[in-house]
């Protein structure tokens, strides 16, 4: 069982930049592939961006491509997402998540349904 803890979410103006962390429990978060979605209101959750277990693999969705970069730290279990030029259309909750099955996949996952291990969101909103 993993716990993800999300934080670093707030208000933004168009342009700025915001880091998000999401802290993992557990010796096996070393194991599991990461990934970032997000939700915004009326809307479905999307991915943003995954990470392998190794960290010498990223995965991008387009709309944030050259924008955001995810990375991680296995040493203090912690996933990244760095956010800059942000846009009023990159609000929403942003969610960390972790697939036990990425390792085994050999593959990012990119829907949420290849996710087994939730947090429970942090709220990033921008300005325009």
């Known amino acids: 069982q993993v716990q993800l803890v999300e934080s670093g979410g707030g208000l933004v103006q168009a342009g700025g930049s915001l880091r998000l962390s999401c802290a993992a429990s557990?010796?096996?978060?070393?194991?599991?592939?990461m990934g970032w979605f997000r939700q915004a209101p009326g809307k479905e959750r999307e991915f943003v961006a995954a990470?392998?277990?190794?960290?010498?693999?990223?995965y991008y969705a387009d709309s944030v491509k050259g924008r955001f970069t995810i990375s991680r730290d296995n040493a203090k279990n912690t996933v990244y997402l760095q956010m800059n030029s942000l846009k009023p259309e990159d609000t929403a909750v942003y969610y960390c998540?972790?697939?036990?099955?990425?390792?085994?996949?050999?593959?990012?996952?990119?829907?949420?349904?290849?996710?087994?291990?939730w947090g429970q969101g942090t709220q990033v909103t921008v300005s325009s």
């Open positions: 998540a972790a697939d036990r099955q990425g390792r085994v996949r050999g593959r990012l996952g990119v829907t949420a349904y290849e996710y087994d291990y």
């Open positions: 557990g010796r096996t978060f070393t194991f599991y592939d």
């Open positions: 990470i392998r277990w190794t960290g010498d693999s990223t």
